[in-house]
């Protein structure tokens, strides 16, 4: 299929869900940063409602990118802005590998204001939920509202992320995506056949030299500091050294406590009952976040693909009319 695109999945996504009537509008949108690096993120906008501008916002977690979102922006039916973080996506990678949310934040900032113009619902999962929560804590003239998805600040760094780490602390280049969906049922991870092989064509990309690769820095990262810790001699083991424990480690840190605090929008917290926020989490947040709500749904870490319909339905309850 010589027209097949990124966005060419949506047909089946929306017959999925049952949802039988007008595709949205979707389209790719690129910023370029003052350093020169890009920003990429998919503007989505109803049938009925061509042209609006976004009322929510929506970044992934580590390893993702912006079409995690795709399913529940479908069943949201509005006007929505889905992110790839730096280092993800279509977005550059970063020289420093600075994967933390007030690093990160300041590249969503610069997206938000030039893809909207009213303050978003923002919404965050896992490391997209901390950033969410520095975006809102140093803009809050972006953010009428905060959700943070399935993360807290002080989780342990090697719980419930560690089987992540070992999927992709393997090698960074591949014969075929067909390997990389094969690699990705063994680790039991992507779901069905068919949405595994939707994960990986749209997160992985296909060099020159046509070897397939993720598109997200985080696997070259932990490959490097997989590699290290083996003591393998690779050029970039050296320089990675534990870069992905050591960030990781910093975006769970105090900071992100700080961040929350200052947030003056009202904030969700919504829990996957299996996910990585455990009961114990939830009531730290509840005690340091005491005007936040928490909800839980019976769902594992990456909620917007359990569960897409519901979670779609909430947050468009949560979007405030005028």
Do not use: C
């Not at 061509?50 to 970044?59: D, E, F, K, M, R």
């Not at 949201?76 to 990160?104: E, F, K, N, Q, T």
């Not at 303050?119 to 003239?141: E, F, H, I, K, N």
């Amino acid at each position: 299929m010589t027209d097949f695109d990124e966005f060419s999945f949506l047909p089946a996504q929306a017959a999925d869900i049952g949802h039988d009537g007008e595709l949205p509008h979707r389209e790719r949108v690129d910023l370029t940063l003052p350093d020169g690096r890009r920003l990429s993120a998919i503007r989505t906008t109803p049938a009925d409602a061509p042209g609006a501008s976004p009322v929510v916002t929506l970044l992934h977690g580590a390893g993702l990118n912006a079409h995690t979102w795709d399913t529940t922006i479908l069943a949201m039916g509005l006007p929505a802005l889905a992110i790839d973080l730096p280092g993800h996506g279509d977005s550059s990678w970063r020289d420093d590998a600075a994967y933390v949310a007030r690093v990160l934040a300041a590249d969503v900032a610069a997206g938000m204001d030039a893809w909207t113009d009213t303050p978003q619902l923002l919404v965050g999962q896992s490391l997209g939920g901390l950033t969410a929560a520095a975006v809102a804590a140093s803009r809050p003239d972006l953010v009428s509202e905060l959700v943070v998805i399935d993360i807290t600040p002080g989780l342990d760094p090697d719980a419930g992320a560690s089987q992540i780490r070992q999927f992709f602390a393997g090698p960074t280049d591949w014969a075929s995506r067909d390997e990389l969906v094969e690699r990705a049922l063994a680790f039991g991870l992507g779901g069905s056949r068919t949405a595994a092989e939707r994960g990986v064509f749209l997160n992985s990309r296909v060099r020159a030299d046509g070897r397939v690769e993720w598109k997200h820095h985080f696997a070259h990262l932990a490959a490097a500091a997989a590699a290290a810790a083996s003591g393998e001699s690779k050029t970039d083991a050296a320089a990675a050294g534990s870069a992905p424990h050591d960030a990781v480690s910093a975006v769970l840190g105090e900071a992100g406590w700080d961040d929350l605090a200052a947030v003056s929008a009202p904030v969700t917290l919504l829990r996957g009952d299996h996910g990585y926020v455990t009961e114990e989490d939830a009531a730290v947040f509840a005690a340091r976040v005491p005007a936040a709500s928490i909800e839980t749904v019976a769902s594992g870490h990456n909620v917007q693909e359990e569960l897409p319909v519901e979670l779609g339905r909430r947050l468009r309850s949560l979007v405030r009319k005028d």
